[in-house]
């Protein structure tokens, strides 16, 4: 796994990250996204016996839905809005004036109704709930989407804005429970089967500030959230590309979501991280995909 330079450097120079001048927003080569679309193809199979329903959301969501989903209290750190200019031509005069001078041009920009996505189960809840209450069977979704999170930073596993697919399970506690443990068996299996070395363990959410603390420590006591991690940046601290997460009846509540049988409803999702599983096949087999170990090239390609 040694080899000179960052890793982001080497990226770069292969033309497989496109830099654009700030941390964590990069560009993708036709390479690095024909890898994103065979992994994503190869997640689709291990799911497809599920029936999931397939539901594709952009990356920005409703504001007023994003509110009640209590991202807010958890993580604001990480979220980011959308702001659009509002104003009149006087206000228009000034941004060009701020422009002009190197002032700060951005306070004649105002809220929109848009922010942008979280994570990808995020706008799916509201959705769910406007059903009424869940069959019998509960249900099933598989989503994928852009998502933004303001951590920007050098590790080119740490981007501002990836992809990340979830599949997304609503139902009993014994039905998502069931789904959350067949998912980290079925995760495991397809990280071996491109022969990235990896790991499972216990982890928590970055919940902000002092009462985060707390909420930290609750969700790994109750094992809420496992993570499937590869080295990729080092050995010492290796990267979360896939994770599972039991959200318990938080949702359910947030949102109303009820069972067949009145009660309300418990919800959990895997997460692939897109781009780092590709991150990953990069760094363990080569930023060359042509001398990729065939099983994984046959993974991948067929
Ligand atoms: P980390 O602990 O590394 O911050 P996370 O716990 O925030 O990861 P989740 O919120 O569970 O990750 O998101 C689901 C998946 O999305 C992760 O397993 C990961 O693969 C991917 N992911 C999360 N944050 C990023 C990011 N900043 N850049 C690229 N992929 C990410
Ligand atoms: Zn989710
Ligand atoms: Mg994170």
Redesign the pocket.
């Known amino acids: 796994m040694d080899v000179q330079g960052s890793f982001l450097d080497q990226l770069f120079d292969r033309g497989l990250l496109i830099e654009t001048g700030v941390d964590g927003l990069y560009g993708r080569s036709g390479v690095f996204e024909d890898v994103i679309a065979r992994f994503d193809a190869l997640v689709t199979r291990y799911g497809e016996a599920d029936g999931a329903e397939v539901m594709r959301f952009p990356p920005g969501m409703s504001r007023p839905h994003f509110e009640k989903s209590g991202y807010l209290k958890s993580f604001p750190q990480l979220a980011g809005t959308v702001h659009s200019f509002c104003g009149d031509d006087q206000g228009h005069a000034r941004i060009i004036e701020c422009l002009a001078t190197g002032e700060d041009w951005t306070g004649e920009q105002k809220a929109t109704d848009v922010v942008l996505t979280p994570?990808a189960c995020y706008p799916l809840y509201p959705v769910i709930a406007k059903r009424g209450p869940l069959p019998p069977e509960g249900r099933l979704f598989d989503l994928q989407s852009y998502c933004f999170?303001h951590?920007p930073s050098l590790e080119p596993?740490?981007?501002q804005l990836?992809r990340?697919r979830e599949y997304v399970r609503a139902g009993t506690p014994e039905q998502v429970v069931d789904f959350r443990e067949s998912w980290l068996e079925r995760g495991q299996e397809l990280i071996k089967s491109l022969a990235l070395p990896m790991k499972v363990d216990v982890?928590n959410?970055?919940f902000f500030g002092r009462a985060g603390r707390m909420m930290k420590v609750n969700q790994r006591d109750q094992g809420l959230k496992f993570?499937l991690l590869v080295p990729v940046n080092s050995e010492e601290s290796p990267?979360?590309?896939?994770?599972f997460?039991y959200h318990q009846n938080h949702f359910g509540q947030t949102w109303g979501i009820a069972t067949d049988a009145g009660e309300t409803a418990h919800t959990a999702c895997v997460?692939?991280?897109l781009?780092?599983v590709a991150l990953a096949l990069f760094r363990h087999h080569g930023l060359d995909v042509k001398t990729w170990p065939k099983p994984v090239r046959e993974t991948l390609w067929g």
């Open positions: 994570a999170r951590e596993t740490r981007m990836f990340m982890a959410d970055p993570e990267t979360a590309c896939l994770s997460n997460g692939f991280g781009e780092r």
